[in-house]
């Protein structure tokens, strides 16, 4: 059983910074994909960023976020970050932290399907 945790979610003004927080817990091979996915209502949940356990130098991201947000992990425990500058309203969603223990391959934001651990989404709304 895996259990995933995501928090962090808040109202900012545009250009603000939010940090968001995943925690993930159970059985969860080391080697393992973290990723952010958001959501807006009536619309498809969208990749926004991922990141391989054993490949932390080569984040995916989607094209809108590039340059503003960053994924990170934490070694020590089962955990992932979403570092988010400059933020923009069409930022505002749900976003969910999402897990997998496949292969480095199906690790990309465009991956949803390979995603089984969801956590329950952190809500962030950003104002003009």
């Known amino acids: 059983q895996v259990h995933v945790v995501d928090s962090g979610g808040d109202s900012v003004q545009a250009g603000g910074s939010l940090r968001l927080s995943c925690e993930v817990s159970?059985?969860?091979?080391?080697?393992?994909?973290l990723a952010w996915f958001r959501q807006v209502p009536g619309k498809e949940r969208e990749g926004v960023a991922t990141l391989y356990s054993t490949d932390l130098k080569n984040p995916d991201y989607a094209e809108s976020v590039k340059g503003r947000f960053s994924i990170s992990r934490d070694s020590g425990k089962m955990a992932a970050y979403l570092q988010m500058d400059n933020l923009k309203p069409e930022d505002t969603a749900t976003y969910y932290c999402?897990?997998?223990?496949?292969?480095?391959?199906?690790?990309?934001?465009?991956?949803?399907?390979?995603?089984?651990?969801w956590g329950q989404g952190t809500q962030v709304n950003v104002s003009s």
């Open positions: 999402a897990a997998h223990d496949h292969h480095r391959q199906y690790c990309f934001i465009t991956d949803e399907r390979f995603f089984p651990y």
């Open positions: 159970g059985n969860l091979y080391t080697t393992n994909c």
